[in-house]
């Protein structure tokens, strides 16, 4: 797969991208709005895996935090779509095949839905768990509705997305931007950029939480490598 020429291949990707942005833009909205009404059970749903009592500060607060839920169903939902549009307008300045995209689009859709499944049933539990561990008769945990959402929300979508990291890494070694020893050679700087990139997505600063999601991200890096050895990459 070779890059074209800079330009064209950025005019490439462009047109390619706004040919199904617009679809997709309103099947979100759509969709949202869909599952707005299903919201209040997803809702107890994640409550009852989670938490326990959830309290609002403001009129706006719960249905801010529907709303906010339902853009996460839809989002979520819809990643098939959205992931084979990224791929397909990313794809086209390289030259990428059809099977390559198939074949790459069915794995990013899985590793991110396994990113999503690991830290809902795994990771989240635990690390709420931890934090409401240092309440105690004198500290209560008052847990507002609107931040509840976005820790769940937010986290579980970093999870998806950093799940994706060995696609990436055999992607850019397959176009040729970089090579597998490149990765192996990097390892210390790897290290740093992943500590940063747990610091900036997970909703806490807290070094619990950016171990639950450091760590994995570290596992998945050699594992991106392990990858690459496998199919003969360079």
Known sequence: ??????????????????????????????????????????????????AEQLYFFSVSGPFLAHVKLALFG???????????????AVGKPF?????????????????????????YFI??????????????????????????????????????IIFELPILMVFAAKIGLVTRSFFGRHRKYALLLIAIAAALLTPTPDIVNMLLMGGPLYILYEAGIVILMIMRIP
């Open 1 to 50: 797969m070779a890059l074209t020429e800079t330009k064209p291949g950025l005019l490439i990707f462009i047109n390619e991208l706004r040919r199904s942005i617009r679809a997709l833009f309103i099947s979100i909205v759509v969709v949202t709005g869909v599952i707005f009404f299903l919201a209040p059970h997803l809702l107890q749903i994640v409550q009852a895996h989670l």
């Open 74 to 88: 839809a989002l979520y939902g819809l990643m098939p779509w959205i992931v084979t549009v990224m791929l397909r």
């Open 95 to 119: 030259r990428v095949t059809r099977r390559q995209l198939i074949l790459f689009s069915f794995f990013t859709c899985v590793l991110f839905y396994c990113g999503t499944v690991f830290c």
């Open 123 to 160: 990771t989240l539990p635990f690390g709420i768990n931890f934090l409401l561990g240092f309440g105690s008769e004198e500290l209560k945990p008052v847990i507002s509705v609107g931040r509840f959402v976005n820790f769940v929300t937010i986290f579980i979508l970093a999870f998806g």
